[in-house]
């Protein structure tokens, strides 16, 4: 390999390698998301079970 | 939710399989078909990537700054973030133009930088001042107030990127090649059919990045509202 093939082969690594540490930190943050929507979900559920357990039954 | 949505024409799927399809076949054609450079040799073959990623940051930093009028125009809530997230990925776009030239330059010229070459200068000042946006941008708490200031420090920007463009062809000293001069491109055959591939293969993957992130920020926004409601 020359030196020139060694620069043109680093440079083209450097652009895939930027692309794909983009696309992990955008993984990453959907990950962040759905734990949050999972997060909300729960919350969202708990009052309705709260509302069960209020009715009078005597 | 209608704040912060908007119905785009082309699916992100069909966008991603388009990137795909564009970048594996702009490779191919830079490294199976295009000629060698006859000053250059191998190394000229940086060039597609270089400018095309170049052209793109440029694209994106014009987007951002379109979308920051449209958002001091309409008050659009979705334009501040779209404007955000354009100026966003040309700072990703604009980092690979300073490491692929770097490595350019030292092949070519010996240097990885050199400070008396304007047009190098030029676009690092550009690449500065987008990337103190960002210092702007969350150092104001969130709402009209840093959507308003955003807007305005990115239209700002948007002089900058002309006179980065222009100081390629002004400068006294052409280290740095001219490829597009007034009368077109100054190669033809296989070269500009090559370019022409990855400066398209680019624009679409910088889209389709653009439309993924977008996304996420809606989600996130969206998320924050129902968490405070």
């Known amino acids: 390999m020359t030196t020139a093939e060694k620069y043109v082969t680093a440079a083209y690594c450097t652009v895939f390698a930027v692309v794909l540490v983009y696309v992990l930190i955008i993984a990453l943050k959907l990950n962040r998301l759905e734990r949050e929507v999972q997060a909300l979900e729960r919350r969202e559920a708990k009052p309705a079970e709260d509302e069960r357990e209020t009715i009078s039954v005597g | 939710m209608e704040a912060v949505s908007r119905q785009y024409r082309v699916p992100l799927p069909a966008l991603a399989a388009a990137s795909l399809v564009l970048v594996t076949l702009a490779l191919a054609l830079i490294f199976f078909v295009a000629p060698n450079d006859a000053d250059q040799g191998f190394s000229q073959r940086i060039f597609y ?12 930093f014009a987007g951002g700054a379109w979308k920051a009028l449209v958002h ?22 604009g980092t690979l133009v300073l490491v692929t030239g770097s490595i350019w330059a030292k092949i070519s010229w010996g240097h ?28 104001v708490d969130p709402g009209p107030q840093r959507a308003n200031l955003s807007a305005v420090y990115a239209l700002f920007g948007v002089v900058l990127i002309p006179v980065s463009f222009l100081a390629i ?4 000293s052409f280290i740095h090649p001219i490829v597009f001069t007034r009368h077109g491109p100054n190669f033809g055959g296989w070269i500009l059919a090559t370019y022409c591939v990855a400066q398209a293969a680019l624009l679409v993957l910088a889209y389709t990045l653009y439309r993924v992130e977008l996304s996420g920020k809606r989600i996130d926004v969206r998320l924050r509202e129902l968490s405070l409601a």
């Open chain 2, 49 to 60: 990537f270089h400018v095309s990623i170049a052209f793109t940051a440029y694209a994106c």
């Open chain 2, 72 to 93: 001091l125009w309409k008050r659009d809530p979705l334009a501040d973030l779209e404007s955000y997230v354009a100026v966003h990925q040309g700072l990703i776009f």
């Open chain 2, 112 to 139: 990885w930088w050199l400070w008396s070459e304007d047009q190098l200068v030029l676009f690092l000042v550009l690449f500065l001042f987008y990337a103190a946006y960002f210092m702007l941008r969350f150092s």
């Open chain 2, 169 to 172: 062809r002004i400068a006294k």
